[in-house]
């Protein structure tokens, strides 16, 4: 296990900034205090087969909305749950520069983008984008630490991984309570 | 054309006069094109500046900086971050459509002084009149230098005219990359659009000279198959490999053993284009396979000689050489390596000094030299050299696992993050699939080999591991046929610009892959089997011949080569990519009846809007590539680029959900009419092989389509959908115009659909982004054209 919050890949350092690396309490209170999380979900996501799709529709259920990025909608749809929003990362990063977006679900652009199951290359370009031209905070749930988010899990091993996610599932509070 | 011309008088008598063997050259004669000039022949640098924008407006440049800072001058670095500005006063989105405007540059460069080489190469050896003949069924010879040159090269000395001019604009476009030049981003793009427009155009005059100065094949589509892959290697011979993208040492190489009857006595192989040119000359050469296989090739022992040129060559290959005790020969001004020139010397005593080691290699600048030294020595050191290899074999492999302490700094340092120390340890106690299975996926950068502070050489060990894959390595590739045919555009196009024919779909590119190159041939696949034109270049044209079907068949041998529905066009090396554009140009001209003289700006309009052609360069990395995808952007063609094409830090991306970016002109009425968003974006990045086949589907629609075209793209595009994602796409309320375009099958579920979605019915222009070519106008410009003439 690597608890240890350098980037994972060792140049994806950005400049100037550098995100602060979070344990699974710290991330829940962030996404509690965001009043319109948004969970953008990658193709990668099914890499460890179900564990990582049931988790994510764990805290869809508590009323997070999904961004299905490349084909992971599949997996979803797999599992029953088609209120997805199905749409490119790099369109998705596209449109969160946009303040007048109405966001996934109507209800105005997204105020936390939360990104796991990403091509690391991908969700590190997504974090620059953010990180640069908008003023959305961006937390990465992956299991290696991107420096270029606002938060991120620290470089952890996949068993540990899951661990942390069921943790923020049950920390994370249901939307609308 | 205008062209220089000379008169030779062999002898003049005269009362005045009497002399003998004069030779007169006039400066500039106009000659017998029926068409006339475009508006912009020879654009400057903000001739097009215009389209750019235009293109901007719709296609907005997204931007995901690699580095937060600048530092190109010693002000910085400046800390560019969140709306910071450097000590130049320049800002994120500017700084970074200033790197992209470089790498366009540089790629433009790149391909442009291997052009400058090639022309030179072929008028010093066929003179300057010789004459530029592409066959009995291409009339247009280039397009692409017609349409921005505004003349027609008909001889090989013509083609410096369209060299001198691109070198000059390029010196423009890097001047203004300076320190306190442009503020604005999309002014950067324009000199990037610029820079990639004049890429194009020099990779057709290189490959025109070299196309007629080697008498390679003029777009049969007829051509043989070529072996392919490191297993065809003969190993009981002596190996010359060449790396690079300039074929000239190559075909000397070729000619010297021919000539010396050594051509059945030694191997002649190559990576990267200059291989795929070779096998253009003449298919008995082999091709061992992308960049990736760089260095595996040369630690595997089998190279006795190793002869490099320019571009894509490893910078280390010479360090990597010496340990296996292979000479290496350099043979162009980009790559010295440090070492020795000696073109003056005598081939034999530069064979002596280089068999016996005594010096690691040697430049040489004469092409003819270089065949000579390379076939010699590589028959004085074959014996010697006994293919020595550093790929270590099953016992080493496990006593270097033994070593590996886990730390897993070469998985942090690999771009595609391989778990390569977990692989070790299936290694370390005598299983070497692990390790074996991950070669697919390994673009053979060696960054693990650096990263490992004890010194073990992952790369080698994965090597060593799939010894069985690389016996296996014996695939096929059809030799590049080089230029479509007139009389192909002229069949397909009706078929493509009504949509008949769903899209043509080109693979071309580099081997960056970040998921393994069975992607590329996986998805060149399904649109063969869907019957669109699929065309291939470069090393993507390489990959997609390494993978075979259940009955042992390579996409090469089982869908024929012609410019033509459900046919797979090898056109060949990168340069040749100028005949993927050239075929599009020609669309315009040969079945629209559009001029080409001059005239960019409606030939990319007719392009952007009618021609439903797109690019994928799944493993992309190089500026010439960014170059080449960007020129092709300006030409209105759409490019889709693998995951780690986010890297190059801009795309160009439409936003379908904006309505009023999609107003475009009726040329038929002059009317502005809100069109469906086709084709939705310019540069897009997929992140997933099922995503980009999706993406493909989407971005070969056009405003143009007939009905029955759309039907066909949109019924590909939902069963496409539903066999990747699962789903029913959600936005076929874009895409349908009129209900004519429903597929017919699914016209009920469908309605329904569209009824939810609030679906109004849209007008199918005759489209075009340009006002002045609104009929109407266009017709009141003739007629005072014709007035102005006739006074
Ligand atoms: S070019 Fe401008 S931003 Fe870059 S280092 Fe110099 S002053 Fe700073
Ligand atoms: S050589 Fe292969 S395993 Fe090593 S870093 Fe490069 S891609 Fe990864
Ligand atoms: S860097 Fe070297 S020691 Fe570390 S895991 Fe990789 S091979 Fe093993």
């Given at each position: 296990m690597k608890m240890f919050a350098t980037p994972w890949v060792r140049t994806q350092t950005g400049g100037t900034t550098k995100a602060v690396p979070v344990m699974p309490d710290a991330a829940s209170r962030i996404i509690n205090n965001a009043k319109r999380p948004v969970i953008a979900v990658g193709a990668a996501?099914?890499?460890?087969?179900?564990?990582?799709?049931?988790?994510?529709?764990?805290?869809?259920?508590?009323?997070?909305p999904i961004a299905a990025t490349a084909h992971s909608v599949k997996f979803f749809e797999r599992k029953g749950v088609r209120d997805v929003y199905e749409v490119g990362i790099i369109e998705?990063?596209?449109?969160?520069?946009?303040?007048?977006?109405?966001?996934?679900?109507?209800?105005?652009?997204?105020?936390?983008?939360?990104?796991?199951?990403?091509?690391?290359?991908?969700?590190?370009?997504?974090?620059?984008?953010?990180?640069?031209?908008?003023?959305i905070p961006s937390l990465s749930i992956s299991r290696y630490f991107m420096a270029n988010a606002n938060y991120s899990f620290p470089n952890i091993d996949d068993e540990i991984w899951l661990l942390y996610l069921d943790e923020l599932v049950w920390k994370v509070k249901e939307r609308g309570q | 054309m205008s062209k220089h011309e000379k008169i030779k008088i062999k002898k003049l008598t005269s009362p005045l006069l009497n002399m003998g063997d004069v030779e007169i050259e006039f400066g500039?004669?106009?000659?017998?094109?029926?068409?006339?000039?475009?508006p912009t022949p020879k654009p400057g640098v903000v001739a097009l500046r215009n389209w750019d924008r235009r293109l901007m407006e719709r296609y907005e440049p997204f931007y995901t900086p690699v580095c937060d800072m600048c530092c190109l001058c010693s002000y910085g670095k400046c800390d560019l971050t969140h709306g910071k500005r450097g000590a130049c006063g320049i800002d994120s989105k500017t700084q970074q459509a200033r790197m992209i405007a470089l790498e366009c540059a540089i790629g433009a460069a790149a391909h442009g002084a291997h052009s400058r080489h090639m022309v030179e190469y072929q008028i010093e050896k066929k003179g300057r009149d010789y004459r530029i003949d592409m066959g009995l069924n291409i009339a247009t010879e280039a397009p692409i230098y017609r349409t921005i040159i505004g003349e027609r090269p008909k001889t090989l000395g013509d083609l410096e005219d369209g060299m001198d001019y691109a070198e000059q604009q390029l010196q423009h476009i890097v001047s203004s990359l300076h320190t306190g030049m442009?503020?604005?981003?999309?002014?950067?793009?324009?000199k990037a659009m610029h820079a990639g427009m004049l890429d194009n155009l020099v990779m057709e005059i290189g490959d025109i000279a070299q196309v007629i100065g080697y008498d390679f094949p003029k777009g049969e589509s007829d051509v043989p198959l070529s072996e392919l892959g490191a297993g065809t290697i003969d190993k009981e011979k002596p190996v010359i490999l060449i790396i690079g993208h300039n074929v000239v040492p190559g075909v000397e190489i070729l000619t010297y053993a021919e000539a010396y009857e050594k051509a059945d006595r030694i191997e002649l192989a190559g990576i990267c284009c200059s291989a795929h040119d070779l096998i253009r000359k003449n298919k008995s050469a082999k091709i061992i396979g992308p960049m990736s296989e760089q260095v595996r090739f040369i630690r595997s022992g089998m190279a006795d000689v190793l002869v490099l040129d320019e571009q894509c060559v490893r910078v280390d290959l010479l360090e990597e050489a010496k340990k296996v005790k292979t000479p290496v020969i350099v043979t162009t001004d980009k790559i010295g390596l440090g070492l020795r020139d000696r073109t003056g010397d005598g081939a034999d005593q530069i064979v002596d000094d280089l068999a016996s080691g005594k010096e690691p290699g040697a430049m040489i600048l004469r092409p003819e030299k270089v065949g000579e030294v390379a076939v010699k020595l590589a028959e004085r050191v074959f014996p010697t050299r006994n293919k020595l290899r550093t790929i270590p074999d099953k016992d080493e492999i496990k006593s270097e696992a033994a070593r590996c302490v886990s730390c897993e700094e070469c998985q942090r340092a690999c771009p595609v993050n391989l778990h390569i120390s977990a692989a070790l340890k299936d290694a370390k106690s005598g299983n070497f699939d692990s390790l074996a299975e991950l070669r697919e996926r390994c673009i053979g950068c060696a960054r693990c080999d650096s990263a490992c502070k004890k010194g073990i050489k992952p790369l080698s060990l994965i090597e060593g591991a799939s010894d069985y894959i690389i016996k296996e390595d014996r695939y096929n590739v059809r030799v590049?046929?080089?230029?479509?045919?007139?009389?192909?555009?002229?069949?397909?196009?009706?078929?493509?610009?009504?949509?008949?024919?769903?899209?043509?779909?080109?693979?071309?590119?580099?081997?960056?892959?970040?998921?393994?190159?069975?992607?590329?041939?996986?998805?060149?696949?399904?649109?063969?089997?869907?019957?669109?034109?699929?065309?291939?270049?470069?090393?993507?044209?390489?990959?997609?011949?390494?993978?075979?079907?259940?009955?042992?068949?390579?996409?090469?041998?089982?869908?024929?080569?012609?410019?033509?529905?459900?046919?797979?066009?090898?056109?060949?090396?990168?340069?040749?990519?100028?005949?993927?554009?050239?075929?599009?140009?020609?669309i315009p001209h040969i079945f629209g009846r559009r001029n080409l003289r001059?005239?960019?700006?409606?030939?990319?309009?007719?392009?952007?809007?009618?021609?439903?052609?797109?690019?994928?360069?799944?493993?992309?990395?190089?500026?010439?590539?960014?170059?080449?995808?960007?020129?092709?952007n300006r030409w209105g063609i759409p490019v889709i680029l693998g995951p780690s094409g986010?890297?190059?830090?801009?795309?160009?991306?439409?936003?379908?959900?904006?309505?009023?970016?999609?107003?475009?002109?009726?040329?038929?009425?002059?009317?502005?009419?809100?069109?469906?968003?086709?084709?939705?974006?310019?540069?897009?990045?997929?992140?997933?092989?099922?995503?980009?086949?999706?993406?493909?589907?989407?971005?070969?629609?056009?405003?143009?389509?007939?009905?029955?075209g759309r039907q066909i793209k949109l019924a590909h595009y939902i069963d496409l959908h539903k066999r990747y994602y699962g789903t029913m796409p959600g936005d076929l309320h874009y895409y349908i115009r009129q209900e004519g375009d429903i597929p017919m099958t699914m016209k009920p579920e469908i309605k329904a659909i569209l009824e939810k979605k609030g679906w109004k019915e849209r007008v199918i222009p005759d489209p075009t982004l340009v006002e002045r070519l609104v009929w109407k106008k266009k017709d009141k410009e003739d007629e005072k054209d014709k007035k102005e003439e006739g006074r």
């Open positions: 996501i099914n890499d460890l087969g179900d564990e990582l799709v049931e988790r994510v529709i764990k805290l869809h259920e508590k009323g997070i998705l990063t596209n449109l969160l520069t946009d303040p007048e977006w109405s966001g996934v679900d109507g209800s105005g652009p997204p105020d936390l983008v939360i990104v796991i199951g990403i091509n690391l290359d991908l969700t590190n370009q997504t974090f620059q984008t953010l990180k640069n031209f908008t003023d | 500039k004669i106009e000659d017998d094109w029926e068409e006339p000039q475009g442009e503020g604005d981003f999309k002014d950067y793009e324009s590049g046929r080089g230029p479509i045919l007139d009389t192909e555009i002229r069949n397909v196009g009706p078929p493509i610009v009504f949509g008949e024919i769903p899209g043509v779909v080109v693979f071309a590119g580099c081997s960056n892959y970040s998921n393994g190159g069975r992607e590329v041939a996986e998805m060149a696949e399904e649109f063969l089997k869907r019957r669109y034109i699929v065309v291939v270049s470069g090393c993507a044209a390489m990959t997609i011949g390494k993978y075979r079907d259940e009955d042992g068949q390579t996409l090469y041998e089982k869908y024929p080569g012609n410019f033509d529905a459900g046919c797979l066009v090898n056109v060949g090396s990168c340069l040749t990519n100028a005949h993927i554009l050239g075929a599009a140009v020609k001059g005239n960019f700006e409606e030939i990319s309009d007719y392009i952007l809007n009618r021609v439903g052609a797109v690019a994928v360069v799944w493993g992309t990395y190089s500026p010439k590539a960014l170059a080449i995808g960007t020129g092709l986010s890297k190059y830090r801009r795309l160009y991306l439409g936003r379908k959900d904006k309505e009023e970016k999609w107003d475009i002109y009726n040329a038929r009425t002059g009317e502005v009419v809100n069109a469906d968003p086709t084709p939705e974006h310019l540069v897009y990045v997929a992140e997933s092989k099922e995503e980009a086949i999706i993406e493909i589907a989407r971005l070969v629609m056009r405003p143009n389509d007939n009905v029955k």
